[in-house]
């Protein structure tokens, strides 16, 4: 994600955002007023937004000072001009005990916001940090006029004041929320990332006037479907403003690509990565112990293999161990000086490279724009979503703030940087849930009779799908190595060999199973509903593929009375598969190909299954033609209401958080 949340509280924790966060993440001097530690830290003033700025009698776009700062946040929840309220009244007349009242927000409370952290895609504040003065700027603006409309979605769609008993009465607040944003420009490296700190109140007003607290659980589920909102936002600003697109990168082999802009080099992003390569360092120590980890017996304490939920919190583990203190900041103009000196000493790119990165964006822009078309099938994207979403959750149990994410995912990845019509995402659920999702909720509480908290799963019969490989029982021999792949005996570990000399075994990870898993259903349903769908997907079929080297097509299908010659590689009968879409290479995106092997292997035999089952049912269906048999013989392996798969339906759904 490029948007994370983290909760504030009044005390402690809010003097640390006063001491450092507001000052561009350094120290900020003792006894220093505000606005001029942030004149010496190079970093502009906080601003206020949200429309909940009315009703405080503030505007968009004014100065954060810090006496708004600590009634709001530090005085646990009281207006940000309190102080001038309660001095006008006690002026006027009135008592102390009225005035204080007055400068409240309702009831006090410890938790007094949350802070949202936005940073665009790497690749975008690289154009930031090494392109011209109107480059910048147009950056941020995009910037910020992405962070506006996901605050605005979290108004509208997410942000909740419960109250009653038990909290049993759900409100939208109205009036709007109340934020104030600071602006940072480096990582704690010293490298270029452009950041923003969202300091969300969690007070909000009611339809009666009263002021009651936002449901912060609420806005935790929905991180990931602000996050992919933010992504495909700033995405697509900066793309048609700049004249880019996008194309699909693999950080981390078996996890979903991340849409980054084409044309700027690997090289470039790896240089930004110092954090990234210190923290994988010491998450191999750590996976390293977790699996040859013995209790007093000298057996296993876990498992001799790392599932994705443990290395998810060895890697908050490394994060941690290896955060470094905070540099002294810097003004702007001198950091991007330093910023291209280093990356033209360091980062292996040639430096004519760097000082023209916009235009050599714009010819890989040109390349990938004159081969994909913007096309979105909302039937056949409401497939890949319910598929994905459904392997990738446990139990295949999920919420609509699921499908909403995997929505914006997908369109992110289709439309590679250019705008979407408004609602879209909304369509492909609606979709998804009135045609492949089936209700399963089974409410005990109030809450579970939400629609936001309503429980789906997939419609399909997914038996015939390769299962999750189980990790295996420990074995009873503490000096052995793990087994490379489950399932397999140990071998023995040569002495003197550390952590990161051998591969760490791993649990397979989710999102190569829902790959695959998008793809087999998304063949059944186009063989099986082929005179409803079949020229439709195959359009889209030859949209997602457009930019994918011959080799990872896969083969035509020879004639019968060709079966012994070798099949050629060719276009007719691509299949349009996820995994294939994340992996297709661009002129500049070389690297991805280098771990397909494997993954192509299984693709394909699947595909190969899936075209052997689709012509035996073909040669059936004739024959039952010539013959005249009754329906009731034909085998049929989906049901009637799977015929309607691939028809959009504009329902009355409009989802009100996407999030995992």
């Known amino acids: 994600m490029t948007m994370d949340i983290k909760v504030i509280r009044a005390g402690q924790m809010y003097r640390y955002y006063l001491r450092e966060t507001v000052v561009g993440d350094g120290r900020r001097p003792a006894r220093t007023p505000l606005r001029d530690a942030q004149e010496q830290a190079g970093v502009p003033a906080g601003r206020w937004m949200g429309r909940g700025l009315a009703v405080l009698g503030l505007a968009p776009g004014e100065e954060v000072t810090e006496a708004q700062l600590r009634n709001l946040f530090g005085e646990r929840g009281r207006h940000p001009d309190a102080d001038r309220i309660e001095a006008d009244l006690l002026a006027a007349g009135v008592s102390l005990k009225k005035a204080v009242k007055a400068g409240a927000l309702g009831r006090r409370v410890m938790v007094t916001g949350v802070d949202f952290v936005f940073r665009p895609q790497p690749t975008i504040y690289l154009l930031w940090a090494f392109g011209d ?82 449901h912060t659980t609420a806005l935790h589920e929905n991180t990931v479907a602000a996050s992919a909102l933010y992504n495909e936002l700033v995405a697509a600003e900066v793309c048609e403003t700049l004249g880019l697109a996008t194309e699909p990168r693999t950080v981390t082999p078996g996890r979903r690509p991340v849409m980054e802009i084409a044309g700027v080099p690997h090289e470039l992003i790896r240089w930004t990565s110092r954090r990234s390569d210190q ?34 919190k060895m890697n908050q583990i490394a994060a941690r161990k290896t955060r470094p203190p905070k540099r002294k900041t810097q003004p702007l103009a001198q950091l991007r000086v330093w910023w291209k000196v280093s990356a033209i000493l360091t980062s292996k790119v040639a430096a004519d490279v760097i000082d023209s990165l916009l235009e050599h964006a714009r010819v890989a822009a040109a390349a990938i724009r004159a081969r994909v078309a913007a096309v979105v099938d909302v039937a056949l994207a409401a497939v890949d979503v319910t598929a994905t979403v459904f392997v990738m959750n446990d139990g295949g149990r999920f919420h609509r703030r699921h499908l909403l994410a995997e929505a914006r995912r997908h369109l992110a990845l289709v439309l590679r940087g250019r705008r979407r019509a408004p609602g879209l995402d909304e369509k492909i659920v609606a979709a998804a849930i009135s045609t492949h999702c089936l209700d399963i909720s089974e409410p005990t509480t109030t809450m579970g009779l939400l629609k936001d908290y309503r429980l789906y799963t997939a419609r399909w019969d997914l038996v015939d799908l390769p299962a999750r490989p189980r990790p295996p029982t420990p074995g009873p021999d503490a000096d052995q190595q793990p087994p490379a792949d489950p399932g397999e005996a140990a071998d023995v570990r040569a002495s003197g060999q550390d952590a990161g000399e051998w591969e ?8 190569e199973r829902a790959v695959l898993a998008s793809a087999v259903v998304r063949e059944k349903l186009r063989t099986t509903a ?30 019968p009375e060709h079966d012994d010659q070798k099949q050629e590689v060719g276009r007719q009968e691509a299949i349009d598969m996820t995994a294939l879409r994340a992996l297709r290479r661009s002129r500049t995106d070389v690297e991805a190909l280098d771990f397909t092997v494997d993954r192509l292997r299984r693709l394909q035999e699947v595909a190969t299954k899936m075209a052997d089952d689709s012509r035996v049912r073909a040669d059936r269906v004739r024959s039952d033609r010539h013959t005249e048999q009754d329906d009731a013989d034909v085998v049929r392996p989906v049901r009637p209401d799977d015929q309607q798969a691939h028809r959009p339906q504009d329902g009355p759904h409009r989802g009100r958080e996407a999030g995992y």
Not at 157 to 166: S, W
Not at 537 to 555: F, I, K, R, T
């Open 530 to 559: 082929a005179t409803v769908v079949r020229g439709r997907a195959y359009n889209v079929v030859a949209h997602q593929q457009a930019a994918m080297p011959e080799l990872l097509l896969p083969p035509a299908a020879a004639a």
């Open 279 to 312: 923290i994988t360092a010491c998450l191999a120590e750590l996976e390293h112990e977790y699996v040859t980890a013995v209790d007093d017996d000298g057996e296993l304490k876990f498992l001799p293999v790392v599932s994705e939920r443990a290395r998810a």
């Open 133 to 214: 003065e109107e480059t910048r700027l147009m950056i941020e603006a995009a910037h910020e006029r992405a962070i506006e409309r996901v605050l605005e979605w979290i108004e509208d769609e997410v942000a909740v004041i419960r109250y009653g008993k038990d909290g049993i009465y759900r409100v939208r607040p109205p009036g709007g929320l109340v934020a104030a944003r600071f602006r940072h420009y480096e990582a704690r490296s010293g490298r270029p990332l452009l950041h923003d700190h969202l300091l969300l109140s969690v007070k909000g007003q009611r339809l009666d006037g009263r002021w009651g607290s936002i």
């Open 504 to 511: 760490i075994p791993r649990v397979p990870l989710r999102y």
